[in-house]
């Protein structure tokens, strides 16, 4: 298989993500609380400090590794996975689900599905998606920004936690003891 069908896989990965969210957003509960709108100021900033700052560095465009099939298969097989897992993530919050750090009208505190083994299961599928991306690209400015990537996803969810341990006191601090943040077993 050409590189360019790992590409394509991919990019249709990241299609399919995008369409979902999209069309589901508009199936969810009333919101009644909303934390600051922090989250896509602070990710467009890292985007354009990424684009930008990766122009400046011609060390950040060079290939790490030359593009081979098996690297176009692994990369299109983790950018897979996590789609899988986002998706599967973000059927079972259903309603509950907001792109923000909301509280939802009649808010379910989920463990069942991907949270029975990480307790923020979408950030996890978009890492994987975000790591394969990397590996595709094979550029030390993509490996940049899958760290930049992680680093927003770890403030969102530090956030997430505050706003589910004042609305589930017992039940999340039972939940964090029991279910790892992003990887299963590990952190």
């Not at 950018?79 to 897992?85: F, K, Q, R, S």
């Not at 595709?136 to 400015?141: K, L, M, T, W």
């Not at 505050?162 to 590990?186: C, E, K, N």
């Amino acid at each position: 298989m050409p590189q360019d069908a790992f590409d394509g896989v991919i990019a249709l990965c990241w299609f399919i993500f995008i369409v979902v969210w999209a069309v589901s957003a508009f199936y969810v509960k009333r919101t009644v609380e909303r934390s600051l709108g922090w989250g896509r100021l602070l990710t467009l900033g890292l985007v354009i400090a990424v684009i930008v700052g990766s122009r400046g560095f011609p060390g950040l465009q060079q290939r790490l590794w030359p593009r081979t099939v098996a690297v176009g298969a692994l990369a299109a097989l983790l950018t897979t996975a996590g789609l899988a897992v986002a998706l599967w993530a973000r059927a079972t919050l259903g309603t509950n689900w907001s792109g923000m750090i909301t509280f939802k009208e009649g808010h379910e505190l989920i463990q069942r599905g991907p949270y029975a083994h990480v307790r923020h299961p979408i950030y996890s599928g978009l890492l994987l998606m975000g790591l394969g991306t990397a590996i595709a690209s094979a550029r030390a400015r993509s490996f940049l920004a899958f760290g930049l990537w992680l680093a927003v996803l770890a403030i969102k969810a530090h956030y997430e936690e505050q706003l589910m341990i004042r609305h589930f006191p017992d039940a999340y601090a039972t939940y964090r003891q029991r279910v790892r943040a992003l990887i299963p077993g590990i952190w």
